[in-house]
């Protein structure tokens, strides 16, 4: 039987400290692997090309969106210049993207535009976040780690939030009761104002925003500065 074939990886991270905590979470995986590291995207595209040359090419590019500038002049300024240049040359590399970044329309438009493979938050679960992805794409398949898909599905609910849903969420955060909230909309003639309908409508956001309770569904609204 032959022995199981090492995945080979290159990430693309200035961050020292954070290659290594990547590198140690894979030590500690039942992930068979090669690892190599680049500081600079630049750097990242020589490996990658040096690799290819010596017909021995990467399986899975892990790279950082943001770069920090320093001395060095550089070509390929950060992730997304990396990205950009594997896919020009239609290269088969898997790609996931690691980054503190988490707003949904630029998350989406890496995979739409660029067919990234997956991404990852940078977060307190990102080691293991990591692992899932890398195991996620070995499989032909694509992943996004859980934070991102919360912002994803905020994203989307935000679409559907209507001005009544916000007026109704405001006058909670202010301390009114339903009652109280059914007596303001009649007073300022808006309807449906009745107390059953304002409690249909907090259950649907409720359900809509994954809130336990009322003051939890607030604190999500204030988060997102509906209110």
């Not at 990467?58 to 950082?64: G, M, Q, S």
């Not at 001395?71 to 300024?77: A, G, M, N, P």
């Not at 992730?79 to 990396?82: A, M, S, V």
């Not at 990102?126 to 976040?129: C, L, R, T, V």
């Given at each position: 039987m032959?022995?199981?074939?090492k995945?080979?990886?290159?990430f693309?991270e200035?961050q020292e400290?954070?290659?290594?905590?990547v590198?140690?979470?894979l030590?500690e995986?039942?992930?068979?692997f090669?690892y190599?590291?680049?500081r600079?995207c630049?750097?990242?595209?020589?490996k990658?090309?040096?690799?290819?040359?010596?017909?021995e090419p990467?399986?899975?590019?892990?790279?950082?969106l943001?770069?920090?500038p320093d001395?060095?002049?550089?070509?390929?300024?950060d992730?997304?210049?990396?990205i950009?240049?594997?896919?020009?040359?239609?290269?088969?590399?898997?790609?996931?993207v690691?980054?503190?970044?988490?707003?949904?329309?630029k998350?989406?438009?890496?995979?739409?535009?660029?067919?990234?493979?997956?991404y990852?938050?940078k977060?307190r679960q990102?080691?293991?976040?990591i692992?899932?992805?890398?195991?996620?794409?070995?499989?032909?398949e694509?992943?996004?780690?859980?934070?991102?898909?919360?912002?994803?599905?905020?994203?989307?609910?935000l679409?559907?939030?209507?001005?009544i849903d916000q007026?109704?969420v405001?006058?909670?955060?202010?301390?009114?009761?339903?009652?109280?909230i059914?007596?303001?909309?009649?007073e300022?003639?808006?309807?449906?104002?009745?107390?059953?309908?304002?409690?249909?409508?907090?259950?649907y956001l409720?359900?809509?925003f994954?809130?336990?309770t009322?003051?939890?569904l607030?604190?999500?609204?204030?988060?997102?500065?509906?209110?």
């Open positions: 032959q022995p199981k074939k995945l080979k990886l290159l693309a200035d400290a954070i290659a290594i905590g590198k140690n979470a030590e995986s039942p992930i068979l090669n190599d590291h680049a600079y630049d750097d990242a595209w020589l990658l090309k040096k690799a290819e040359y010596d017909q990467y399986d899975v590019l892990i790279t950082d943001s770069f920090k001395h060095r002049e550089v070509k390929l300024k992730g997304k210049d990396l950009k240049a594997v896919r020009k040359e239609s290269t088969p590399y898997k790609i996931i690691f980054s503190v970044e988490d707003r949904p329309l998350v989406q438009k890496l995979f739409d535009q660029f067919k990234i493979d997956a990852v938050c977060g990102d080691n293991k976040e692992i899932k992805a890398i195991q996620k794409v070995q499989n032909g694509t992943y996004i780690s859980e934070e991102a898909r919360q912002q994803m599905h905020l994203q989307k609910n679409a559907q939030v209507r001005e007026l109704i405001e006058l909670l955060c202010k301390g009114f009761s339903q009652e109280q059914s007596i303001y909309l009649k300022k003639g808006i309807s449906p104002n009745s107390i059953s309908w304002i409690e249909k409508e907090l259950k409720r359900e809509t994954s809130a336990k009322n003051i939890e607030a604190i999500i609204f204030k988060d997102m500065g509906l209110v």
